[in-house]
């Protein structure tokens, strides 16, 4: 496996002339496309059986079974509605196969990890059925359902992780993908983004690692065609491939119902200019649309709040409060006692929040008096992790907004559970084992003994490594009631 690599077939390529009786530097070359400094360095590595490793090759590839369009029509039949504000337009079961078969072709990934940077399509759960059990396979999605489906139907093969790709990269995802499939909004801001966080979830070391998106535009505009393009390699990440029309759609009229399927390389220059969150605006319809440009505090209503004095959470900023901080760094990386302890109360503005965002906030803001704004049909979380967090969560409509008025619990109740809860809800931005550690040492444990304890409990609630490893921020809304089983237990 690791002699023939992430992307084989060059190489394998080099072993089928070797058995042809070509021999040559030049032949070889010629028949694998590599250049000449990675033949002679294959060459050099080869052990004096190299028949042997073609034959073992070629009987470790996965072979799809003929029935897997059915099974790709039957994982999207259940999978969750396409959302409009999220531009979800759904794959056919077609495009499932030829991605699941370009992929496997293209590359060996056995023992490797494939990380899907948002999956409405369910291409990773197809590729699930096919692909040995020792890859791992990662959803990042801003939408719950799709987690909570992905978890359920990949039988614990496909993981989730929760991600608003404007507001950072998971810290578990950074430096840790092979291969990357995404699937973004069809806006130079969307794929400029999605790129970004891309090359931040790759792995530096492996040299075939490859970003792999879909992305359309329609025939009649070639400047959109362009735009996208131009704005892949300004970020010096290089075009290798592009199949045109590779995936189609069900619906997506506008670009002909289909999108092109870019292979690509990013440069070592990409790794080192990865730059901030984009505007909050990179989808193509909606008030999260590249078009929207709502006012953050103008259309916020009389809330009955305390004043001047009080603090806001918005995605922009603005100066008619005593201090601003923007929606990414809460989410990112929460805010710190000193700036909360510069106003009595913080309304954080979350009205074009486009479903997960209040839960995320409430479990990322520490401070002792929160107004959360949310449009009016907004549904207020019940986790107990946020129950045991507030002393209070009181709902009252206003307007055509919701107001959720919320008040930091403070102290120990003398309830384990509850407190070991609470510890865990005010540390969201920390590592979630070592969070949950560091809340049973308190007990008397010694670190040993509680790494032991967290372990068997997350085991036993059905929580994985790769759950513990997630900040509690990031972690699937659809773990949450596991977690707390486990808490308890």
């Keep these: 496996m690791s002699l023939l690599g992430l992307a084989p077939a060059g190489r394998a390529a080099i072993l089928q002339a070797l058995g042809e009786g070509k021999s040559s530097v030049t032949d070889l070359v010629a028949a694998s496309a590599l250049p000449r400094r990675d033949v002679e360095d294959f060459l050099a590595s080869l052990p004096a059986d190299h028949g042997k490793v073609l034959r073992e090759y070629r009987e470790s590839r996965p072979v799809l079974p003929p029935d897997l369009e059915e099974t790709a029509a039957s994982l999207i039949s259940g999978a969750p509605s396409p959302l409009k504000r999220l531009d979800h337009v759904q794959a056919t079961a077609e495009t499932l196969v030829r991605r699941v078969r370009w992929l496997t072709d293209m ?3 056995r023992g490797r990890s494939v990380l899907f940077a948002g999956d409405h399509d369910v291409t ?12 791992s396979l990662t959803v990042a999605d801003i939408d719950e359902r799709l987690l909570d489906y992905v978890q359920s139907a990949g039988q614990g093969r496909v993981r989730g992780a929760w ?7 998971p810290p578990s995802l950074a430096q840790a993908a092979d291969v990357i499939v995404t699937d973004p909004p069809y806006t130079p801001e969307g ?3 999605f790129l970004s966080r891309s090359c931040e979830a790759l792995r530096r070391d492996e040299p075939d690692a490859r970003i792999v998106i879909a992305y359309g535009h329609s025939r009649r505009r070639p400047d959109l065609g362009v735009a996208a393009q131009r704005e892949i390699l300004s970020r010096d990440v290089a075009i290798d491939a592009m199949l045109p029309a590779f995936s189609r759609y069900d619906g997506a009229q506008a670009v002909g119902s289909a999108s092109d399927w870019y292979s690509c390389q990013p440069s070592p220059k990409a790794f080192r200019r990865l730059g901030p969150a984009a505007q909050p605006g990179i989808y193509t319809r909606g008030s999260q649309s590249v078009e929207s440009g709502a006012s953050v505090a103008d259309s916020i209503p009389d809330l009955g709040l305390s004043g001047r004095p009080a603090g806001l959470v918005s995605p922009a900023p603005s100066g008619e409060f005593a201090v601003t901080v923007g929606l990414g760094k809460l989410l990112a990386d929460g805010v710190h006692p000193s700036v909360l302890g510069r106003a009595p109360e913080f309304v954080v503005d979350l009205r074009d929040d486009p479903g997960p965002w209040l839960l995320r906030s409430m479990l990322a803001l520490n401070a002792e008096r929160a107004v959360f704004v949310v449009p009016r049909r907004h549904e207020v979380p019940s986790a107990d992790l946020l129950r045991a967090k507030y002393a209070s969560i009181a709902p009252e409509r206003a307007g055509d907004v919701t107001a959720i008025r919320c008040s930091l619990a403070s102290g120990d109740t003398g309830d384990p559970v509850v407190d070991l809860a609470r510890f865990v809800a005010r540390r969201a931005h920390g590592r ?7 809340g049973l040492t308190r007990s008397g444990l010694t670190k040993r003994e509680a790494a032991a304890r967290v372990d068997e409990a997350a085991a036993a609630a059905g929580l994985g490594a790769a759950d513990l490893s997630r900040r509690l921020i990031d972690l699937p ?4 009631p596991a977690l707390s089983e486990a808490l308890r237990a």
């Design 107 to 109: 590359f060996d990934l």
């Design 124 to 135: 990773s759960l197809l590729l699930a059925r096919v692909v040995p059990d020792d890859v």
């Design 163 to 169: 991600a608003d790709f404007r507001f950072g990269l």
């Design 191 to 193: 794929l400029g983004l």
């Design 432 to 438: 979630l084992r070592n969070v949950w550690r560091e």
């Design 477 to 480: 809304a659809g773990r949450l």
